[in-house]
Nanobody, 117 residues
Framework: QVQVVESGGGLVQPGGSLRLSCVASGDIHSINAMSWYRQAPGKRREFVTFLYSSGMTNTAASVKGRFTISRDNTKNTMYLQMNSLKPEDTAVYYC???????????WGQGTQVTVSS
């Protein structure tokens, strides 16, 4: 069993920054894929960014240049650094961990990010 927990959300003013964290624990042999998604009120969950263990990464156009994904393998943790935040970034942010081969995916419970003055 694998548990995934996000943290770091909160209220921030437009133009501000936040860093989200996502920690995986449990029966982990290897974390081969890490992703962030978000879901705004009344909208579908959407892809934000991913990072594979190979180093391959991709980021949605709406956040490219402002959001950066990274990982700390020693802590089974990934991060989402969010800069120049906009009101339209307001959403619940979810992390997804892909563990093992073949990949098995696990979701966190989500953390709320609100961008407002």
């Amino acid at each position: 069993q694998v548990q995934v927990v996000e943290s770091g959300g909160g209220l921030v003013q437009p133009g501000g920054s936040l860093r989200l964290s996502c920690v995986a624990s449990g029966d982990i042999h290897s974390i081969n894929a890490m992703s962030w998604y978000r879901q705004a009120p009344g909208k579908r969950r959407e892809f934000v960014t991913f990072l594979y263990s190979s180093g391959m990464t991709n980021t949605a156009a709406s956040v490219k240049g402002r959001f950066t994904i990274s990982r700390d393998n020693t802590k089974n943790t990934m991060y989402l650094q969010m800069n120049s935040l906009k009101p339209e970034d307001t959403a619940v942010y979810y992390c997804q961990m892909g563990v093992g081969t073949p990949l098995k995916y696990y979701w966190g419970q989500g953390t709320q990010v609100t961008v407002s003055s």
